[in-house]
């Protein structure tokens, strides 16, 4: 197996632990109103909401071991590049929502989330 640089190391981890963490929620182990700022409290669209963010987890996920050549990377080096660098635009927003959030434990998140920004920034602009 090909060793991972540092920044896909992070990136990994971090993607992996809130893999786990949405599907917590989904099995409803974790109370859902620590998440989406505790506002939505209609099951049904929690239920949407934590499907969606699971499912753009495990997209970014592979982006990762695609970029890392864990696996096969189908797509351009290019295009590679370029959703890592959405995903780190998007990671950076995110990172402004936490911290202005009302909760402490999303607060928390902004930490964590502003790394993987960050590290996907840097695997963008990196050539395998």
């Known amino acids: 197996m090909k060793k991972i ?11 992996m632990a809130y893999v786990l963490f949405h599907i917590l929620i989904l099995l ?3 109370p859902s109103h ?31 071991l695609m970029k890392t050549k864990v696996i096969p990377n189908k797509w351009q080096e290019k295009t590679l590049n370029r959703w890592l660098l959405v995903f780190s635009v998007y990671f950076v927003l995110n990172t402004l929502g936490n911290v202005l959030a009302e909760s402490i434990f999303e607060k928390a998140q902004a930490l964590l989330t502003l790394i993987l920004a960050l590290s996907l920034f840097k695997m963008s602009k990196r050539n395998p």
């Open 34 to 64: 620590v998440v989406w700022g505790g506002k939505i409290v209609e099951p049904k669209t929690i239920l949407i909401l934590e499907w969606v963010a699971l499912l753009v987890m495990l997209f970014l996920g592979s982006l990762i």
């Open 5 to 15: 640089n540092v920044f896909g190391r992070i990136a990994l981890g971090i993607v």
């Open 28 to 30: 409803q182990f974790i």
